[in-house]
């Protein structure tokens, strides 16, 4: 017997579906501008979750994947263009979902809170948004964590393999 997903989502048009059997490890708010000129806002929200949880529960062939850099893969639904996930290539075990896409009446269990605002440097006037003071870290791009582990992944890149380009 299947258990019941910790939470389920979809595009706006409903075409792709996902489940997941894990709630997300973390939120973050980005700032950078891939992510306000594809959602047409001032940042966009992400939750991270083990890559291994997510099941795509229709639609998988009609998710459209994109490179905007050369350290991620967005999906967005091929049908609607919703944004629904991002990759990091230094990070496969992880993937981070659009909380916008979420069904929130599937969620079972409480969510975490942001814990980051990231590339916060990137944010222009021309939004009118002013972060919020609300004591979660700001960074101007990556987490420290985080940029460590995008840094060691691409000095092996280029040191072990074919680089980046």
């Known amino acids: 017997m299947a258990s019941t997903p910790a ?9 792709v579906t996902y489940s997941s059997a894990s709630l997300p490890t973390y939120f973050s708010n980005c700032y950078c501008t891939t992510c306000r000129r594809l959602s047409g806002a001032p940042f966009v929200t992400f939750a991270q979750f083990l890559t291994k949880d997510i099941t795509w529960t229709s639609g998988k062939d009609s998710l459209t994947t994109r490179s905007y850099s050369q350290i991620a893969e967005r999906c967005h639904c091929a049908e609607c263009g919703s944004l629904i996930s991002m990759q990091f290539k230094c990070e496969q075990e992880f993937i981070s979902i659009s909380v916008g896409t979420f069904n929130e009446d599937s969620i079972k269990g409480k969510l975490p809170e942001v814990t980051a605002h990231i590339f916060v440097e990137s944010m222009g006037r021309a939004s009118g948004y002013k972060l919020p003071d609300d004591n979660v870290p700001k960074y101007a791009k990556f987490t420290t964590s985080f940029q460590k582990r995008l840094d060691n992944w691409k000095n092996a890149l280029i040191v072990d393999g074919p680089g980046l380009g």
Request: with cysteine; net charge neutral; aromatic share 0%.
């Open 7 to 15: 939470l389920m989502g979809s595009c706006q048009c409903g075409h």
